[in-house]
């Protein structure tokens, strides 16, 4: 069979997991990057002998990294991925300790995390969150017990929400109006319109519970008070398969990605920022990809392009607007970006140090509304914040020096659609998070003992990942940015011409970014009439749930 070229403009995850499908499905496949690694997000910063992900840390649906890492090149010769309950079922996988199947296993070594989340409230007290419906039960008693019959329902409604929407539609391409319109109805039916935060208080009284049961979307961009309930699935797919660790930080999963996208023939050049788009075509007629520019000048064709940068920067800076209809400048600059966020990178000492934190916490300001208020409408900098506070060091040890740790935390922040001006803020914001988790106690001495801290602004979105208004996350997600509404993974104005990541369907956040690879390697696959022998790689396994 001849192989097609096809070029993917950028390496975050989901331009591996799109260049590791497309190595499957028989195309000869380079990824173009900016960066001089790979992740995007997940890039990985070292340091002073610390190793610190500057991404996502969260891991979760273990079997999209193990299918990815079954593909194999022109998959006719593809072995099926092993789905067995053994692979899936959560309490296995704390009982053995190891996530994933034995394809992961060839790449890198994924642990479950319990608990999923320790979640601190601004009075001190906190919320181990670990799936066990009875230790859930249980706390919920200690902070509400009127509350302990919403969470009975909560629980069934938010698992009708991820049975419909993640199970049984979360591969489907919203191409045309006609696909969202047949879905429409279940979703109103399920009340997975509804904004989150007021779909949690129909079960909770408690303002402890209401924010346990709604921030997760932060993790992904979205304001717990916008996204629509659909997101209440986040809950459910962690309590479904757990959360999880990669050994070395999210960087090896990464490292992992890019070897298996070389073994399967693919080509990764870094330093290579990509300037155009080349297209072929009249203005009001037919218009077909034919490959892009690098920053150096240098042209590299190809049958197919697809993007993983943001897509307002993709459309607006890379495509002459010659030949954009739909995505034109007003059209994308109309688009809703999400909030953007301050990463502080630091490393202490750790030598009689009695540290009452988990690998994952969330420590919440005194106000969830109002903050949220202004950090997504307002777009202001709050005089108080939330945070979430990483110490994978506790997990894996060989991440920072010998007795110390390393450690990051994130305090979600307006995009820079605000105008605020980091090179001022930035350095007050993080010390006053600094004092803040030395004050409260949870880090005693945690200035004397630092050894590194560096940090990242919307500036480092906006200017180092070419991330329109600095955003964090790409595009907002929002009910009017969602399925249908979101940016097309196959573009609507330029044939041959695709997007894939978390700014295309179905959105951000790890897992979706693959399944984002997954969508579009399909749509890909019938724009080619890729023979289904061969498809069968891109199909959706069977996931057996207890
Ligand atoms: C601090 C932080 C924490 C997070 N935590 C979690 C978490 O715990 N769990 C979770 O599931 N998700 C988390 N997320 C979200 C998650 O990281 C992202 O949704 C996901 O990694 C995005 O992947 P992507 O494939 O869309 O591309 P990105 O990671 O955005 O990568 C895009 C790549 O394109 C490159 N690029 C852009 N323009 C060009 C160009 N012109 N030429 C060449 N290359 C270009 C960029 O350099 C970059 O490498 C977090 C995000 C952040 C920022």
Known sequence: MERKQAIIIGSGIGGLALGIRLQSLGFDTKIFEKLDAPGGRAYVRRVDGFTFDM??????????????????????????????????????????????????????????????????????????????????????????????????????????????????????YFGDVVTMLKIAPDLVKLDAVRPLFAFVKRYFKSPKLQQVFSFEPLLVGGSPLKVPAIYAMIHFVEKTWGIHFAMGGTGSLVKGFVRKFEELGGKIYYNSEVSRIDVEGTRFGRKVVKGIALADGSVHPAELVASNGDYANTYMKLIDKKYRFINQNARVKFAKQSMSIVVIYFGFKAD???????????????????????????????????????????????????????????????????????????????????????????????????????????????????????????????????????????????????????????????????????????????????????????????????
């Not at 790449?107 to 007290?125: A, E, H, N, Q, T």
């Open 55 to 172: 991404g996502p840390t969260v891991i979760t649906v273990p079997h999209l990294i193990e299918e990815l890492f079954s593909l194999e090149r022109d998959a006719a010769a593809l072995a099926e991925p092993d789905f067995s309950p053994q692979v899936l079922d959560i309490n296995n996988r704390i009982r053995t300790g190891i996530s994933g199947g034995p394809n992961t296993s060839k790449y890198v070594k994924i642990i479950p995390i319990l608990p999923f989340y320790r979640i601190y409230f601004d009075d001190g007290s906190y919320f181990d969150y670990d799936g066990d419906p009875e230790s859930t039960r249980r706390q919920i008693q200690a902070i509400e017990p009127e509350d302990l019959a919403g969470y009975e329902r909560f629980h069934d409604d938010a698992k009708a929400i991820f049975d419909r929407g993640f199970l049984e539609l979360g591969y489907t």
């Open 352 to 546: 009689g140090l009695d540290l009452d934190l988990r690998h994952h916490n969330i420590i919440l300001g005194p106000r969830y509304e109002a903050l949220l208020d202004e950090i997504f409408e307002q777009k202001v900098l709050s005089k108080d914040f939330s945070q979430y506070l990483h110490i994978p060091s506790l997990t894996d040890p060989s991440l920072a020096p010998p007795g110390h740790h390393a450690a990051y935390t994130l305090v979600p922040v307006p995009n820079n659609k605000s105008g605020l001006d980091w090179s001022k803020l930035g350095e007050p914001l993080v010390d006053k998070v600094l004092t803040f988790l030395e004050e409260r106690g949870y880090i005693p001495e945690l200035r004397q003992r630092l050894v590194h801290k560096s940090f990242i602004t919307p500036d480092y979105f906006e200017n180092t990942l070419n991330s329109y208004l600095g955003n964090g996350f790409g595009v907002e997600p929002v009910l009017t940015q969602s399925a249908f509404f979101r940016p097309h993974n196959r573009s609507e104005d330029i044939e041959n011409f695709y997007l894939v990541g978390a700014n295309a369907q179905p959105g951000g956040g790890t897992p979706a970014v693959m399944m984002s690879a997954k969508i579009t390697a399909r749509v890909i696959a019938k724009d080619y009439a890729i023979p289904d022998t061969i498809v069968k790689a891109v199909g959706t396994p069977k996931v057996s749930l207890k």
